[in-house]
Structures are given as C-alpha cells and as structure tokens.
Nanobody, 122 residues
Framework: QVLLVESGGGLVRTGGSLKLSCAAT????????MGWFRQAPGKEREFVAA????????YYGDFVKGRFTISRDTAKNTVYLQMNDLNPDDTAAYYC???????????????WGQGTQVTVSS
C-alpha cells in the first residue's frame, strides 16, 4: 500500500511562496499519476495540479494561472508543488493523491495523504 506524507505547509503573506512536498513510502509510486488537491472550510475539494508517471505531462487547475508548478523526483519518491504569488484565496488544506486515470477528479484517486495546511494572510 502506498502511503503519502505531505509537508511544507505554513503561514505566508500575500505574494509569498511555499513549496509542498509529498513523499511516498512505496516504490510503486514511480508508476502512478500524482495529484494535488485542496479544500477550504465549507468548500468542496478542488483540483490543483497533477503530473504523469514520467513527469513530462503536468495538469493544472484553471485558477493556477502560471503561479504553481508541479514536479516529481522518482529517485526520491517525492512529488512537489511550488506555489508562488499566493493570495488569501489559496488558504486551504492541501492534499497529495496517487494513482488515477482522471487527473482532475478527486474521487478517482486510490491513495491520499493526510494533508498540510497553507494559510495566506493579507
């Protein structure tokens, strides 16, 4: 079973940056599409970004608009989300997910991490 552990969340001011990491405990990770989602209080889980097994095909939610970059390091079993130009609307719990044929659909992923909180102050 693939276990996912997110890190890198925190408190940042508007315009700041954060880099989230998601470490997988199983080598099977290297074969999976990986995704990032976020969920703010009272809102549905929202697709942020995903990346295919080779790292050559990224996907992004419409709201990203060039501010976020997803990448992966297969040797380290880790996927990253670099977030720049953050604003208060980005405040949410961010979740890493693994293994899906439909990158933007949360319900299709097989594995989820516990989440890491990102808070952006104005």
């Amino acid at each position: 079973q693939v276990l996912l552990v997110e890190s890198g969340g925190g408190l940042v001011r508007t315009g700041g940056s954060l880099k989230l990491s998601c470490a997988a405990t199983d080598r099977a990770f290297s074969n999976y599409l990986m995704g990032w989602f976020r969920q703010a209080p009272g809102k549905e889980r929202e697709f942020v970004a995903a990346i295919n097994w080779s790292g050559e095909r990224p996907y992004y939610g419409d709201f990203v608009k060039g501010r976020f970059t997803i990448s992966r390091d297969t040797a380290k079993n880790t996927v990253y989300l670099q977030m720049n130009d953050l604003n208060p609307d980005d405040t949410a719990a961010y979740y890493c997910a693994a293994n899906s044929a439909y990158p933007e659909v949360a319900g299709t992923y097989d594995y989820w991490g516990q989440g890491t909180q990102v808070t952006v102050s104005s």
